[in-house]
């Protein structure tokens, strides 16, 4: 081998690590680093999915027993066929279906323990207090999901793009929640105001929910 050959040898060898260093795909948000696992948020989308589940059929639940007790026999019967009609398996549209039917029966029940004409009879004072004993179930429920729902919003963060269409049924937990368990706060602080003014039996249950706040 000439001389001349040699050097260009070693030229060649030596501008390779520079050239594969100068030209390397740039990185990308959620690839490579410490993106979150697959397997990982999947789970924790289910556990999240399922405790929200768990708590709106409760609140679904505590609000029909209210409206019967005040009346609202019609809105009663939707929201115990809403709360019947959700398991663990449901989707994001299930989720707001049942999130929608919350929103719009609780408007009708606000402003019928709003309105100075609602009288209850001794049958109604007791599913009144049974509804109360819900609703502040329902609440603690939500309260018992602020790990779960912290540590999967974080997850999110580092989360692939190519993951998120499969995470949608958590993304709408986590922007759901907050806002209600605000609203079942206010719902519930409603009740229990209107059942001291009515002479009917406040549970320490709902008293103490009253307290927590998500």
Do not use: C, W
Not at 129 to 158: D, H
């Amino acid at each position: 081998m000439t001389r001349l050959a040699a050097a260009l040898v070693v030229t060649l060898i030596t501008l390779a690590p520079v050239a594969q260093a100068q030209f390397s795909m740039p990185s990308l948000p959620g690839v490579g680093g410490k993106a979150a696992g697959s397997g990982d948020l999947s789970g924790s989308q289910d556990a999240l999915v399922k405790q929200y589940v768990d708590a709106n059929k409760t609140v679904l639940q505590a609000n029909a027993q209210i409206a019967d007790a005040v009346g609202l026999k019609d809105e009663a019967a939707t929201m115990r066929a809403s709360s019947e009609s959700l398991t663990d398996g449901a989707t994001k549209g299930n989720l707001a279906d049942a999130d929608k039917v919350t929103s719009e029966n609780s408007k009708k029940l606000t402003a019928k323990l709003n309105d100075s004409t609602t009288v209850l009879d001794a049958e109604g004072k007791k599913k009144f207090t049974a509804g109360l004993v819900t609703m502040a179930s329902g609440m603690v429920k939500y309260v018992a999901m602020k790990p779960n729902f912290q540590s999967f919003s974080s997850s999110l963060k580092g989360a692939s793009p190519m993951m998120l269409p499969k995470l949608q049924n958590g993304v709408y937990v986590v922007s759901s929640l907050p806002g209600n368990a605000k609203n079942l706060g206010s719902a519930l602080s409603n009740a229990v105001s209107f059942a001291k003014s009515h002479d009917i039996t406040v549970p320490k249950e709902a008293t103490s929910a009253l307290g927590a706040g998500f």
